[in-house]
């Protein structure tokens, strides 16, 4: 294996002001080529890992007929490991805040804008505990990476056929009530214009509202110039992400529970704005 870390600088509240050497190469022709390069070793590392991890697939499925905390365990790490190979040949910096908001002893729901596939890497490679991620149903064409998101309990949702997607929030609940956490995008799609946010859908905080667990506000700055911004290259980037106090939907007022979906919205639009001064 290839043996990778991420750069993360972790940031408290009273830390002092991140600043970011911002020295520029002396080679020109190098940096206009180093984005190209790294989609280039971005693709050839997800192919040969959705590759090679067939016959680990077939071992992960062995296990979980005998032993299934250790296959859950098991590819969580293995794909922890994946993800932050890619946001190494990435060259992604993330600088993060607020870690010890998240319970550690209890499932949570976890809730965060959304710009950029790198989203869910970025914020995957820090779970502490086993999470699935709410993803779009057409994620389940792709052969090997959909066995993967099965094993990570992730809950495939079909926005077309509503009996459909509120059985994905069932299935989400009952993930929770089993001590897995969930993630959700609650704009229901990756939003294309920078510092700018799209509406919340209040049925995705019925996971929280049904199964008592705690709502984890997420805010991610600067994650479309990884690559969205420029599609098709991935350019070197510094991303934010912090994660905010916990909300219980049992400890508000009937009016925040009709609302919670811009009560969180509010809550990651201010720490979104103040930490874009630390990009």
């Known amino acids: 294996m290839i043996n990778a870390t991420i750069p993360y600088i972790i940031l408290k509240k009273s830390s002092q002001p991140y600043t970011k050497d911002r020295t520029v190469p002396k080679s020109t022709k190098f940096q206009k080529g180093t984005p190209m390069i790294r989609l280039?070793?971005?693709?050839?590392?997800?192919?040969?890992?959705?590759?090679?991890?067939?016959?680990?697939?077939?071992?992960?499925?062995?296990?979980?007929?005998?032993?299934?905390?250790?296959?859950?365990?098991?590819?969580?790490?293995?794909?922890?490991?994946?993800?932050?190979?890619?946001?190494?040949?990435?060259?992604?910096?993330?600088?993060?805040?607020?870690?010890?908001?998240?319970p550690k002893d209890e499932p949570v729901l976890y809730v965060g804008n959304h710009r950029s596939y790198f989203d869910i890497l970025i914020t995957?490679?820090?779970?502490?505990?086993?999470?699935?991620?709410?993803?779009?149903?057409?994620?389940?064409?792709?052969?090997?990476?959909?066995?993967?998101?099965?094993?990570?309990?992730?809950?495939?949702?079909?926005?077309?056929?509503?009996?459909a997607g509120m059985q994905s929030i069932l299935t989400a609940i009952d993930k929770i009530k089993a001590g897995i956490s969930i993630c959700i995008f609650p704009e229901g799609t990756r939003n294309r214009t920078e510092d700018t946010f799209l509406e919340f859908h209040?049925?995705?905080?019925?996971v929280a509202e049904k199964s008592g667990c705690a709502i984890v506000p997420m805010s991610i700055n600067n994650a479309g110039h990884i690559f969205e911004d420029h599609i098709p290259?991935?350019?070197?980037?510094?991303?934010?992400?912090?994660?905010c106090k916990p909300i219980y939907m049992?400890?508000?007022?009937?009016?925040d529970k009709r609302r919670i979906g811009v009560l969180v919205q509010d809550v990651i639009k201010e720490a979104y704005f103040k930490n874009k001064e630390l990009l």
């Open 40 to 102: 280039i070793l971005v693709l050839l590392f997800v192919v040969i890992f959705l590759i090679v991890s067939l016959p680990i697939q077939l071992a992960e499925y062995i296990i979980g007929k005998y032993n299934p905390g250790l296959k859950d365990r098991s590819s969580l790490a293995i794909v922890k490991w994946a993800f932050r190979v890619v946001l190494f040949l990435s060259g992604i910096t993330v600088t993060v805040i607020g870690e010890e908001n998240v």
């Open 202 to 206: 209040n049925g995705s905080f019925k």
């Open 124 to 163: 995957y490679v820090r779970v502490p505990r086993l999470t699935g991620y709410m993803s779009k149903i057409e994620i389940l064409r792709i052969p090997s990476l959909n066995t993967w998101m099965k094993y990570l309990h992730c809950v495939f949702l079909d926005r077309s056929d509503i009996k």
């Open 233 to 243: 290259w991935i350019r070197k980037t510094h991303v934010v992400l912090e994660y």
């Open 250 to 255: 049992n400890e508000l007022d009937k009016k």
